[in-house]
């Protein structure tokens, strides 16, 4: 078993090379806690999701820091996997890939969330695709190009039907003739069309058919009027998974490829062929025997029946532990499920053994893949009223992220383990 650690090796390492020091080590330390994300995982999946998608290439969506895994191990495992594009919300987030290493020749970066003011300048030295909505942003990114005497990769988004950003039909041809006239003049060029999906995750949605249409008929519209994309895109990982006629050239998947299902709808992660990436534990901090009639956290809303024993889980709603599962939430302490009792507070919630008893520093595991009998991300969102993916995405920064890869090194025993750096 190896252990990979230092995160300013992570930083300024080659893509494909091995992203940390590995040195030999015989498990991971006791800490408060940690999220283990397990590379190899995330690889099969995405190997799962081309498979799944043959004809389209696939952008790993590594936004919000890789939906809490950690935006460049992630990055880097899915360009092993065959992912070729990558993507982000923000500009910061894909200039951040680039300034730790990934090249043009790497990956191309797409990101969709601009704002007025850019940054434009840095976004088309970095050779991002950048989604663009309309007039404004179009202007922004042509006059930036212009100063810098460079051609910009713009891809424009167009509101199929999700009413958030991207062009409405109406001014669908105003867009496409500012971008072609943007063309003429050099500074931008049309690299994609695309747009995104309301309701993929609830199959048979009429929605469904009437974006498909509508984009359709805006692609078409668009390449009549001389832009030709390379690139036209419109499923996210529920498309990816259950409509094969929505893939196009691209399909963007997020969630999937961190192991969680996109809804309970569709199946759990075993049925889609998906390995849960992200493993969330805690030392349990303090166990102690208490009277019947004991209240437990704040405000008292739970008692205890019995004399019993109480366990202390050091993590609470700093760490993205929902508040709202107070009474609720899961977690495997001994060998069986225990639900958080009474409130969870910001750093500690509270679980009771009901007379058992665990060593303190006993594994605590609120969330994983289910294999040793734990909760699941989607047990959680069942638990606090919303879906798997705020779950994974809101784990906080207090959390040390553990980078496990059990492919390098080859057999099942050859654990390699790069921490420290998320
Ligand atoms: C977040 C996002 C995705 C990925 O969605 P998943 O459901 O997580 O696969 C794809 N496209 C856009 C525009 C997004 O914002």
Redesign the pocket.
Known sequence: MTVKTGTNDVMSRAMMQSVTEVTQATALPPVRARAEIDLAALRANVRSLRERAPRAAL?A?V?SDA?GHGALPCARAALQAGATWL?T?TPQEALALRAAGITEADARVMC??WTPGGPWREAIEAGLDM?ISGLWSLREVSDAARALGRTAKIQLKADTGLGR?GCQPADWPGLVAAARAAEAEGTVKVTGL?S?FAC??EPGHPSIDLQLTAFREMVAYAETRGLTPEVRHLA???A?LTLPHAHFDLV??????YGVS?SPELGTPAELGLRPVMKLSASVALVKQVPAGHGVSYGHHYVTEHDTTLALIPLGYADGVPRHASGRGPVLVGGRWRRACGRVAMDQFVVDLGGETVEPGAEAILFGSGEQGEPTAEDWARAADTIA?EIVTRIGQRVPRVHVDGDVDGGPDARDRASGDS
């Open positions: 952008m969506v936004k939906y993507g919300a969709w969330l989604g950003n695309w995104h993929a995750d996210n990982s529920p990816t963007r998947t997020g969630i999937a490829m996109p993916y």
